[in-house]
């Protein structure tokens, strides 16, 4: 068994920020039909436009650590900064992941695409609701 860098050991001995959060948070959804990965991160946003991020997943030790540290480094930022956040630059600099756990960077970047996508589009100005209204909400406040 490969050995993770240790920020990422770390994240995945305590595997923190994991759960839910309330129904109609933007999600994005990983999956490794290979393997059986699947790791689901939702994203939520205070009155600030503070990001709140979890994730719920089964998988690999190294699946479990990189949603655990992502939605750890996402927690507190806006919309705009996670967006600019690199998972893969920030793996890289911890020492890269062994050839048998790279499947967990593209599925959390995934996961993470997908989130981000989803709660971009609820408050990009060009998204209408059927109403007419325009999109509102924290977490387009602050972008």
């Known amino acids: 068994m490969s050995r993770l860098p240790e920020p990422l050991d770390s994240h995945r001995k305590r595997l923190e920020r994991g759960g839910t959060l309330p129904a109609g ?3 994005g959804v990983g999956e490794n039909q290979a393997c059986g990965d699947q ?3 939702a994203l939520a946003s205070d009155a600030q436009g503070r990001l709140e991020a ?3 997943a089964r998988g690999c030790s190294a699946s479990l650590a990189l949603a655990a540290y992502t939605c750890a480094e996402l927690d ?3 919309l705009a900064e996670a967006e600019r ?3 893969r630059d920030e793996v890289e600099r911890m020492g890269g992941l062994a050839p048998t756990q790279r499947h967990a960077l593209e599925l959390v970047s995934r996961a993470l695409s997908g989130a981000l996508a989803e709660a971009r589009r609820r408050c990009h100005p060009e998204v209408a609701r059927p109403d007419g209204a ?3 909400g924290p977490e387009c406040s602050a972008s």
């Open 25 to 27: 948070a933007p999600v």
């Open 85 to 87: 956040f690199d998972l």
């Open 134 to 136: 325009r999109p509102e």
């Open 54 to 56: 979890r994730f719920t």
């Open 76 to 78: 507190g930022r806006s």
């Open 39 to 41: 790791v689901r991160l």
